[in-house]
């Protein structure tokens, strides 16, 4: 069964860091792209970044929303995805989810893990 | 950059009946169009991909179909577990992934 576990969420004020990490199982986490997609409360689904396997030389691709503030690593050794996250914005208040990408779709997701910038 | 635009915004039926979502590309996406459900309190699951193939364990009252601007994800005899929020979704060059704004479909 596939599991993706997020945590690290939590409150934090505008200007701030957190780091978001995600324990992966189920699955060969090394063969997988991997994404993060956030949901503002209330709201609809925004992609937010993405790593791709260490084989594709683990590229990773922002959002312009995000891009120069957030960074995605991954460590395959440990199946674990990471987000950090720093000048913290109030709209980056959102549930954030790690997701499995596959063909360019979102196969697998996580229950989510929710970030409160105030 | 692709626009997705879903409508209705919600859609008010009663168990049994059918829904009709309907999603549409400000440009063509070829059949390069997937659709998600996401169950109140839930994170969103993977029901159809390529625009018509269903993903692993998503049951055949779900079916979706279009190619090019128009898409429609049809849900046929509403089960009490189907009332939710559906989004579309299309893989582009950039950004990789978009979604479209979803459609609540709501008890009457």
Redesign the interface.
């Known amino acids: 069964e596939v599991q993706l576990v997020e945590s690290g969420g939590g409150l934090v004020k505008p200007g701030g860091s957190l780091r978001l990490s995600c324990a992966a199982s189920g699955f060969t986490f090394d063969y997988a792209w991997m994404s993060w997609v956030r949901q503002a409360p209330g709201k609809g689904l925004e992609w937010v970044g993405r790593i791709k396997t260490n084989a594709a030389g683990g590229t990773t691709e922002y959002s312009t929303a995000v891009e120069g503030r957030f960074t995605i690593s991954r460590d395959d050794s440990k199946e674990s995805l990471y987000l950090q996250m720093n000048s913290l914005k109030t709209e980056d208040t959102a549930v954030y989810y790690c997701a499995t990408e596959s063909g360019f779709y979102v196969k697998w997701w996580g229950q989510g893990t929710l970030v409160t910038v105030s | 950059e692709i626009v997705l635009t879903q409508s209705p915004a919600t859609l008010s039926l009663s168990p049994g009946e059918r829904a009709t979502l309907s999603c549409r590309a400000s440009r063509s996406v070829d059949s390069?169009l997937?659709w998600?459900q996401q169950r109140p309190g839930?994170?969103?699951?993977?029901l159809i991909?390529?625009s018509s193939n269903r993903?692993t364990g998503i049951p055949a009252r779900f079916s979706g179909s279009g190619s090019g601007t128009d898409f429609t994800l049809t849900i046929d005899s509403l089960e009490p577990e189907d009332f939710a929020v559906y989004?579309c979704?299309h893989?582009t060059t950039w950004?990789?992934?978009?979604?479209?704004?979803?459609t609540k479909v709501e008890i009457k």
């Open positions: 390069y997937a998600y839930q994170a969103p699951r993977l991909y390529d993903a989004y979704q893989r950004p990789p992934l978009t979604f479209g704004g979803g």
